[in-house]
């Protein structure tokens, strides 16, 4: 599938703007990227969370650089077949990682539907 830059960041602002506002309104210190490929070790890698979850953070949590999740631009487009299915799948990641920043690790996240 081929899809512009701009346009897939679109859809990645969307998406977090489609999620309860109680639930982003939570967010702190962390910063929602882009990239156009994912790490060599893992081409295929549709988002990451790199961070201190929420669980994980104690009183001496402070003056660290921002949490990142970052959304990988062309991994997603190799899955997909139109429009639609990159709308589908961003919304997936997005939430998916967001879920990492608040400690739900990858087994609940399947039970979930968020593979």
């Known amino acids: 599938m081929e899809m512009s830059p701009d346009r897939f960041a679109e859809l ?13 309104g939570l967010l702190e210190n962390v910063v929602l990227l882009i990239e156009d490929d994912a790490p060599d070790d893992d ?3 549709l988002g990451l969370y790199d961070g201190v979850p929420m669980t994980e953070r104690t009183s001496s949590y402070g003056g ?6 970052t959304i990988y ?30 400690g739900i690790d990858d087994d609940r996240l399947h039970e979930l539907g968020y593979a």
């Open 64 to 69: 660290v650089l921002p949490d990142r999740i």
């Open 73 to 102: 631009r062309n991994p997603t487009l190799a899955i997909c077949d139109v429009e639609a299915d990159v709308v589908e799948e961003v919304g997936i990641t997005v939430a998916h990682e967001i879920a990492h920043y608040f």
């Open 12 to 24: 990645v602002e969307q998406a977090f703007d489609a999620l309860p506002e109680d639930l982003t």
């Open 43 to 45: 081409p295929t890698l």
